[in-house]
């Protein structure tokens, strides 16, 4: 398994999103925000792709 690292972009991008607290090339922090609603619609069966796909992550 190797290590991944965002791009200058990606980090650009994903700090835009009004659900990450902190981005670095190496790791996100998100919202509290955030980590409820993916709890909630995890407990209402929706599938975690279509959960970031829909809070704007692509």
């Known amino acids: 398994m ?3 690292y965002f791009t200058e972009k ?3 991008n994903l700090k835009a999103n009004e659900y ?3 981005v670095s090339k190496k790791a996100i922090t998100y919202t509290d925000a955030f ?3 993916v709890v909630l619609e995890l407990e209402n069966g929706k599938n975690p792709k279509l959960i970031f796909i829909c809070l704007s992550f692509s």
């Open 2 to 4: 190797g290590k991944h």
């Open 10 to 12: 990606q980090i650009a």
């Open 20 to 22: 990450v607290k902190k």
């Open 35 to 37: 980590k409820t609603h």
